[in-house]
């Protein structure tokens, strides 16, 4: 069992940054966030492994960096031009796994955590 503990959330206004931040208690190869807005599915954001592969969803392509602290077992998301429609809740998610996964996977991931919420408004 892996525990994720994330941290970071906010409110900001449109075009804002925020960092969100996930402490895992062991090495996993796949990590990844997810969201999730009220009445809405859950969305795969980005995910990263092991050897700092990294992918994305259209929507945060170039806004959203996933990064990883592999001495510290974190994981990072950093958020750039903030819009209303990022507001959700943020989920950290990993995957033991080493089979081909990419942000699409994340919301299926093996562990999660108990989600940050981030707020944008306009």
């Known amino acids: 069992q892996v525990q994720l503990v994330e941290s970071g959330g906010g409110s900001v206004q449109a075009g804002g940054s925020l960092r969100l931040s996930c402490a895992a208690s062991?090495?996993?190869?796949?990590l990844g966030w997810f969201r999730q807005a009220p009445g809405k599915e859950r969305e795969g954001v980005a995910a990263?492994?092991?050897?700092?592969?990294?992918t994305y969803a259209d929507s945060v392509k170039g806004r959203f960096t996933i990064s990883q602290d592999t001495s510290k077992n974190t994981l990072y998301l950093n958020m750039d031009s903030l819009k209303p429609e990022d507001t959700a809740m943020y989920y950290c998610?990993?995957?033991?796994?080493?089979?081909?996964?990419?942000?699409?996977?994340?919301?299926?991931?093996?562990?999660r955590g108990q989600g940050t919420q981030v707020t944008v408004s306009s």
């Open positions: 990263i492994n092991g050897a700092g592969d990294t």
């Open positions: 062991a090495y996993t190869y796949y």
């Open positions: 998610a990993a995957d033991p796994f080493m089979y081909y996964r990419d942000y699409r996977h994340v919301p299926d991931f093996t562990f």
